[in-house]
């Protein structure tokens, strides 16, 4: 694999040593349980369209720098046109009744899909399907929702439900939702999309301890479903139906913090994230691996307004999401 800049011209050896050790590292990490590696697949046009107002006279390498700029948001900041009345999941920290109720009916909608019945058999237990489709179970829902002991864990327990949802695909959520897929299976994003004869990149991302603060994976990330059974309410199959994809969904987007860089398939190139060797961050891994590339992002809220994104979300480092339209 070449190590290269957003020009596609191969780095310096020094860069090149030095991206490897921040490699190592995180590889090392991993193995510890300290931070987590993952993959998103994506084609390249689509990652142009969001990043780009005008995408016909634009350069590849422009796309690159935005990507490491900007990184890479949940279809709830592209897609995902409120209407008047709209009252749930209206931002990162929505856990409304409404968007409860909202959750409630979504999962009843996928129970009831009987183009994914063998897989609901497979992935859901008889508790879990009896609970959601018996009468009266959204009003228990909400209560036992409700009797989460601080906000913050009643936004876990959303995000543990918003999981099922996500990666059930349409019947579940789509233009909604505040997740971003990834795998911790390289080859799962390599197959992202590989029917198509596009441009396709994968996207390297790492996430630091504490990883519910920054991703939801049931099977990965065990707090969720402790807040889950302190509530009573019912679990699913930790990997929800698609458990063959390893799938870690991050919240809210990719931060380019995060974004170690892009690798270009079929081309045997990486793009480094052309922060590393700005910043002082080079020479402080260890300042990485913990909060992520130091980045200038002074010129963030009046630069959105060059993108297709109609809103973005922020984080403290430490679980506390914000989210503002553009």
Known sequence: MDYVDSELNPVAESVKKKFVDLEYELQVLSRQREVLLLYRGEELR?????????????????????AFYFGEKARHFSVDVFTPVRNYLTNLNDHSDQTFTFIHNRICNILKEPKLSARIEKCTDDR?????????????????????????????????????????????????????????????????SESTKKERVIFHYFVPAPFQ???????????????????????????????????????????????????????????????????????????????????????????????GYIRYGETDGYGAFSSYNV
């Open 128 to 192: 879990f399907r009896q609970y959601f489709l018996r009468p009266g179970s959204d009003v228990d829902f909400l209560q036992k929702s409700n009797s989460c002991y601080t906000d913050k864990t009643k936004v876990y327990a959303r995000d543990y439900y918003l999981y099922f949802l996500h990666v059930a695909g349409s019947p579940g959520i789509r233009k909604e939702t505040m997740l971003v897929s990834t795998s911790k299976d390289k080859t799962i994003a390599m197959q992202f």
């Open 213 to 307: 603060d920054y991703a939801i994976g049931p099977w990965e990330i065990e707090h969720h479903k402790k807040v889950i059974y302190a509530t009573g309410l019912p679990a699913y199959s930790p990997k929800g139906l698609y458990p063959k994809q390893n799938e870690i969904a991050v919240k809210g987007a990719l931060f380019p913090h995060f974004l170690l860089g892009i690798e270009l398939v079929g081309k045997d190139k990486f793009i480094i994230n052309s922060h590393f060797t700005s910043a002082n961050n080079m020479n402080n891994i260890q300042s990485i691996v913990q909060h992520g590339f130091n980045i200038d992002q002074t010129d963030f809220e009046k630069t959105i307004f060059d993108t």
């Open 46 to 66: 689509n990652i142009k369209k969001r990043l780009l107002k005008k995408t016909v006279s634009s350069k590849e390498a422009e796309i690159y720098e935005r």
